[in-house]
Each structure stands twice: as C-alpha cells, then as structure tokens.
C-alpha cells in the first residue's frame, strides 16, 4: 500500500533526495568509495558543501556579510548558543510554545530576558499580535513555526530597531522573507531539508564578537564562520543530502514556487477540516495557523473515536498523523515534499470515516 509521510520530524524528504543519498552510500561521485567512508577534507566532500552553502544563499536570497553554517547540537543547541554570542545585556523572546521556553530557559543563563507575550493561557493555539520589544534588546527571539500546536508567523514580526533572531526549524524554504532584518536563523534540518544530524545557521557577521563573553571554541559561531563548517567533522552524510533538498527545491521553482504549493495543500486541508462534521482544527484564528503543521481533534460529541479515527487512518496508509502528546488528537505535517496527492488521501480517508460512523 502506498505510504503517506505525515511525521512531524524527522519527517518526509523528496524521492530525490533518497535516491541520490542511497547512491552516494554505495558510490559517491565515482570514486568508488561510500559517502560513509570518505574524508571531510577531500575535494569531493568540499564541492558539496561549497554548492549547499551557495544553494541556501540564492534559495533565501541572502545578502553580502552572512555566513551559512552546518552545526551538530540540533536546534535545541542553538537555544543556548543564541545567548552565549548574542547576548550582552538584555533580549527579548516571544513565548509561543514548548521549543521557545527551552530557548527562554537557556538564554535566562546568559542574561536578562524578557519575555515580551505568551500564548501560554490558551494552550499556545494562538500567536500574541499585542506586545512592543523594548528597545534597549540586544536582540529578539521567535519561534516562526511552533511544530507541536500548528501555529506560524508568516510575517517578521515588528521589533522596531531590535534586530531579529527566529527559530525556522519547521518553515524554512516554505516562505519568502527579509534575511537583512536577521542577525541569526537557524534550523535543525529533520523537518524540511535532510535527515537529523545537522542544523542549518544563517549569521550576520557583524553580529558576532560583542557579547564581552569568553567562549567555548565550539561554542562560538566565530570558529564555524572562520572555518567554513569545518573546524571538526562536520555530519557529512546529512550535508550531503540537503544538499540534494537543495538541489530538488531550486528545481521546482524555488521558495516562492514551494510557498505557492505549501499555501494551497494546507487551505485544502484546513477546509476539509472546517468543514467537517466529526473534526475541528485547533487554531480557531486562520491568520495564525501553520501551513507546515495542521493539528486538529475530534469535536466533544465524537471524542471517544479518536482511537478508532487513528487506527483507520493507518489502515489506509497514512503514517504519522497523531498529534503531539501536549495537544492530543492529529497532526498532519504538510512539508515541502509532501504531494498534494497525501493531502487529498488523508482528506478522503477523513470522509469515509465520517461516512462509516
Ligand atoms: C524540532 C524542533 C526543535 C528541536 O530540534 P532538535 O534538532 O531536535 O534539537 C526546535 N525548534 C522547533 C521549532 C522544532 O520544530
């Protein structure tokens, strides 16, 4: 039976990708040797992360004076680096879920932080609009895509002149946005670009080297930018397949070709959703739900199927749609390599069910 990838992360990566990863593990580039088995310094392994860098630069049209790292740690390392080179004094955060209090959690051991609004009261299934970012920050922290509860911004959030750090660790490629606002983005690559093992950091070079503290070598982007990824062993093997994601998104249009589709796979879903007798999405507020991340439960009346409801998805193939154990019931993670061809399987699979009961 035919398989849809709903996993959140890690999650579904092109048939690309796959292939040419399965390739590369048996020969890579005709030297006869696996990808698993070759040096990080040899020419052929340079010429790959030379292209990735070069691909995410004109995928997300990123100007003069930014460095693209390959960092291990996952994001979740990147919630106490942020701090350990950003901040000096004072920074702000948008609390929108459970990865942006771990990142609160760890900058609080560098600085102050404060905490501008939070989603927190309503089980984080909005996004707070009404805060102000006090203008003295070093910078400001948000979370584009909360992955767990299916809430996005979609636009930079105004700061004023506080310049913005964001964790894109599950939209990034899927919209068009301003990197000249950013001092820092980063994200791990299992939701939208490679298999897990490597997170992608875009840096402002200027950013770097003010915040008064001594750093651990690892610990400083400084390394990483002066090294070109490469100070120790980057993780070869992820590299080498987001670079093939690279390859396959620029292929097919670019990000504003992926936005385009990522756009109308989830109005598709959130209209069978809202338009469901049995199912209600989650976020009411259509402005901030997540095109990456659908979430959705059963209405009250129809809560004891929930099981039943999960048990016939996988039945018809669809793999990956229970919700995270903090919101309950489904999730359906619609990222850019997800056809819309899964999304219209899921969407009939949720008709027969209601046909059946
Ligand atoms: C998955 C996820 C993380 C954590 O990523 P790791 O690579 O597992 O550390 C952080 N932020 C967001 C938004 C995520 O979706």
Redesign the pocket.
Known sequence: MKKHNFY??PSILSQYTIRNTAEAVLNFDNMGLSILEISHRSKQFQAVIDEADALVKELLDIPEGYSVLWLG???????AMVPMNLLAKKAGYLDT?V??S??IKEAKLFGDVDVVASSKDRNYTYIPRDFTVPQDCDYFHY??????YGTELRKDPDAGRVRLVA????DIFSRKFDVSKYDLIY?????NLAP?GV?IVIVRNDALGHSGRVLPTMLNYETHVKKGSMFNTPPVLPIFAALQTLRWYKEQGGVEALEKRDLAKAAKLYEAIDSSRMFVATVPNHEDRSIMNVCFVMKPEYKELEGAFLDFAGEHGMVGVKGHRDVGGFRASLYNALPMESVDALIECMREFQAKY
């Open positions: 959140a992360g740690g996952g994001a979740s390392m990147q919630f879920g990865w942006a771990k990142a979370t584009s895509n909360n992955t767990i964790d894109m660790s599950s994200a791990g690559a299992q939701k897990s997170t």
